[in-house]
């Protein structure tokens, strides 16, 4: 019988669970957001995070089960997110996988967050193999990677201040545009002309592949707060917002793009996956097709519900560890804030 796998996912602001085969086929997927209780602080509340997290696991996992209409005892092992994010969020899908196991007896696996992005990848098209390069693009993280095989990943480069997902976020809420900043940035920069303002493209010194984005944040604020950055208040009369957002998204793409074929061509590969929240912007979608298509690099762009937080991702990567012969880990599984991957 094909054996099934329910993952847990718990690492920031969504609440999923699913439940994938040993083949990849999603059984069922249910995600909890909880953007809108975020949205009036305009940044994820780690305490309120967790307490909601308590309050939705219990229900996400029922559902989840019964979506596919499988009961436990159907499942053959428990995938759960351990790692990197936000510790309280965490822990809540870590206890209550743990408790799952304790007392049905199923197994468990710990998976890193970024390998399961990374993995949409292969979920999203199953004719990909290794070796490859990911461009993991969200609100916490922005890094390439190595990928060689299961567990076999390696960064070659991060960014060394905001994820680009963060730098999206501060640029909305400086153009008062509404939480989260991507989707808004990009749907005011669709009638704006991205030549508009020339905003940095994140140079690393002595470190070409790394990213920065926090330079182009204080760029677009000096840009709307005059070039001492004293004027205290941003009178948004004064600029065109398509024009700066248009010109920030252009300025973003610019680096992420330029950053990640660079580093195909210097470790020699030949295919990309791109995922995370990010990986959502149809700008990004459009400028990696092309360049992608010039430089006979196949690129991956799994869909929006697989790009952003969800649990098939963990479930499908915990398949294919089944799959593969992994032994499962011990109850008392590290929840850790970072990991290798995210450092
Ligand atoms: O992967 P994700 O759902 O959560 C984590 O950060 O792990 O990514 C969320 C991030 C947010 O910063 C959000 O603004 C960004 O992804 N995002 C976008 C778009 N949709 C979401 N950024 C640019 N363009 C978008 N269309
Ligand atoms: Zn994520």
Redesign the pocket.
């Known amino acids: 019988m094909t054996k099934l796998v329910l993952g847990i996912e718990s690492s ?1 602001d969504e609440t999923a669970a699913a439940v994938v085969d040993e083949d990849q086929n999603v059984l069922s997927s249910v995600v909890a957001t909880q953007v809108e209780a975020h949205a009036e602080f305009g940044g994820v509340v780690p305490d309120l995070a967790a307490r909601m997290h308590t309050e939705a696991i219990g229900g996400v996992v029922t559902k989840a089960l019964k979506d596919a209409e499988l009961e436990l005892k159907d499942i053959s092992t428990i995938a759960v997110t351990q790692m990197p994010g936000l510790i309280g969020s965490l822990l809540v899908g870590v206890s209550f996988a743990e408790g799952l196991s304790l007392s049905t007896g199923l197994p468990l696996y710990g998976i890193d967050h970024i390998e399961g992005h990374i993995w949409s990848g292969f979920m999203q098209d199953p004719s990909l193999t290794w070796p490859l390069m990911a461009l993991v693009v ?3 993280h922005t890094a390439l990677y190595r990928y060689d095989g299961l567990g076999q990943i390696t960064m070659i480069s991060r960014t060394v201040d905001d994820a680009a ?2 730098a ?2 501060k640029v909305a809420a400086l153009l008062k545009l509404s939480y ?4 808004s ?2 749907k005011a920069a669709e009638t704006g002309n991205p030549k508009a303002f020339k905003f940095p493209r994140g140079q690393v010194k002595k470190k070409p592949l790394h990213f920065s984005f926090s330079g182009l944040k204080t760029s677009v604020l000096y840009t709307l707060k005059g070039q001492d950055g004293l004027r205290s208040d941003i009178n948004l009369e004064n600029y065109s917002v398509p024009d700066v957002a248009a010109s920030f998204q252009e300025a973003v793409v610019d680096a992420l793009i330029s950053k990640t074929f660079k580093a195909l061509e210097a470790e020699k590969l030949k295919t990309l996956i791109v995922c ?3 990986a ?2 149809s700008r990004l979608r459009e400028r990696l097709q092309e360049r992608g298509e010039k430089r006979r690099i196949k690129v991956v762009v799994p869909p929006l519900k697989l790009c ?2 969800n649990a098939m991702m963990i479930a499908g990567l915990g398949a294919a560890y089944l799959k593969e012969g992994r032994a499962p880990d011990s109850i008392g599984l590290d929840a850790k804030a970072r990991s290798s991957l995210s450092r």
């Not at 989260?180 to 989707?183: E, I, L, W």
């Open positions: 920031c969200s609100g916490g997902g963060e999206f976020d989260p900043g991507g989707p940035v990009q995370g929240g990010v959502a912007n952003t937080d």
